[in-house]
């Protein structure tokens, strides 16, 4: 787990006794283990001009490629 995880879960073996720790652990794990949704960002028309213009004698394929690699960068960095 991440270094915030073992701040928390050190902080509750020395806080909470025995009967406490093990209820507050099964919940610090199951939000830790839960996914984060994120905000999907879309790619503006003037990028998907871009990329099209880019890539119209490339083919679909590469096109298509161009689209996803974009969008990963746009959605990598949003929560």
Sequence with gaps: MTTAYN?????LRK???DDNYSS????LDAICQAKIQRTWI??????I???V???????????AKAIK???KER?????
């Design 15 to 17: 806080n909470l006794n």
């Design 69 to 71: 690699v974009k969008l």
């Design 24 to 27: 507050y652990k099964d919940e």
């Design 75 to 79: 959605n990598e960095h949003s929560i």
């Design 7 to 11: 701040r928390i879960d050190r902080f």
């Design 53 to 63: 213009n880019a890539n119209s004698s490339k083919g679909l394929y590469l096109m």
């Design 42 to 47: 879309e790619l503006t028309d003037e990028e």
């Design 49 to 51: 001009t871009k990329i």
